[in-house]
């Protein structure tokens, strides 16, 4: 047998994207790791989160909701829409111009988009396009479509649509199969875990039909559905059952004998999850852990505590009985500083709990 190249391969630092991509996915499926996709919103979000994969010697995912992506071009851009695309694009840009200087090699992603924000992942490929033009690269990884609430056959219609374009400038899709219970930027319901909570569980049929479907298309991932739920809530009646990705997995590798896992799949709603779960899942082939209400926690919590401790400051420029002037607390570069390092210490424990640290493909 050939020796498994994806056990000893090495990519350039940077964003990757196209077959250093897929690489990457194959490397982390063989070595049974993940990466946390961080959902990032500003310069301090993303710069905390390449600090982190540096400093543990890891590759990672950033990713842009809609909603991040209008919050980094501007929340108060008069045309919203327009604003979700140069937002994306403009974040995007600056990752590609800082990336490599961490030395560890990220993927760009977007997150979920329904059937109103295809306009969104259209708006992003025009300029994904131009840039690969200028430049032999696109500029985002992967786009996630998040059909999930349509029929099966539109959503994987669409998706192939999609494929096709995005393939030509060597990125990839992220489909989604189920629904992931809960919200995340304003797509999905209420989390409401007495209703019948079936679709929560995608059905190991549906997983074949798209892996038949979009095989020969394009490189693609998916968000398969096991009881996975957006946020972090009170224990409840939703039970995570990782044996659906095992199912899968097993299902698609019978019919098509591609590999022990030959689908590529993506754990959505990662924050506040079991640890034995988590490691239960890179099993099964999940190289994509998604993380953002965990990390949001991590990035304000020590703001209120430095506010807590520093509580003059936000009220007065100077203090009222010495006349010490405050400027060096209120600094916004100080609290901001508190946060990114808060968010870089959960995602050091992400790391370790997806087996990651110190696994980084990026050479020289
Ligand atoms: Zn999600």
Redesign the pocket.
């Known amino acids: 047998m050939a020796p498994d190249t994806t056990l000893t391969a090495s990519l350039k630092p940077g964003v990757v994207t196209g077959k250093d991509y897929e690489t990457l996915v194959h490397a982390c499926k063989a070595g049974r790791y993940a990466l946390p996709a961080v959902n990032v919103t500003n310069t301090s979000t993303i710069n905390a989160t390449l600090e982190a994969a540096a400093r543990n010697g890891a590759d990672v995912i950033l990713q842009l909701s809609n909603g991040g992506a209008q919050f980094y071009a501007g929340q108060g851009f008069p045309d919203g829409a327009l604003a979700k695309v140069l937002g994306g694009v403009s974040a995007a840009r600056h990752v590609h111009t800082m990336a490599e200087h961490y030395g560890v090699c990220v993927v760009l992603h977007t ?2 988009a329904n059937k109103k924000l295809i306009p969104w992942v259209e708006g992003l490929m025009d300029h994904g396009e131009a840039f690969y033009r200028e430049t032999g690269k696109p500029l985002f990884s992967s786009h996630m479509l998040d059909l999930s609430e349509e029929p099966i056959e539109e959503n994987l219609a669409e998706c192939e649509r999609l494929l096709k374009r995005m393939q030509a400038i060597g990125m990839a899709i992220e489909i989604e199969l189920g629904v ?1 219970g809960g919200e ?1 930027d304003g797509i999905g319901g209420e989390y409401d875990d007495s209703a019948d909570n079936s679709k929560l569980y995608t059905q190991p049929e549906d997983v074949l039909q798209a892996f038949e479907q979009l095989r020969d298309i394009g490189f693609f991932s998916v ?1 398969a559905s096991f009881g996975n739920v ?1 946020g972090v809530y009170k224990p409840g009646n939703v039970k995570l059952r990782p044996e659906i990705l095992k199912n899968s997995q097993a299902l698609v590798a019978e019919r098509h004998g591609d590999g022990p896992n030959p689908l590529n799949l993506v754990f ?2 990662g924050s506040g999850s079991d640890k034995g779960q988590i490691t239960e899942t890179l099993d099964y082939g999940v190289f994509k852990f ?1 993380i953002d209400t965990d990390t949001q926690f991590a990035f304000s919590e020590p703001v209120g505590k430095y506010v807590d401790e520093h509580s003059a400051a936000f009220k007065y420029q100077v203090d009222p009985q010495t006349d010490e002037p405050y400027k060096k607390f209120y600094d916004p570069r100080k609290w901001l500083r508190a946060a990114e390092l808060g968010q870089a210490t959960r995602l050091d424990e992400a790391f370790v709990d997806l087996n990651a640290k110190g696994r980084s493909l990026a050479r020289g």
């Open positions: 997150d979920h992931t995340e968000a957006h959505h709603g998604n």
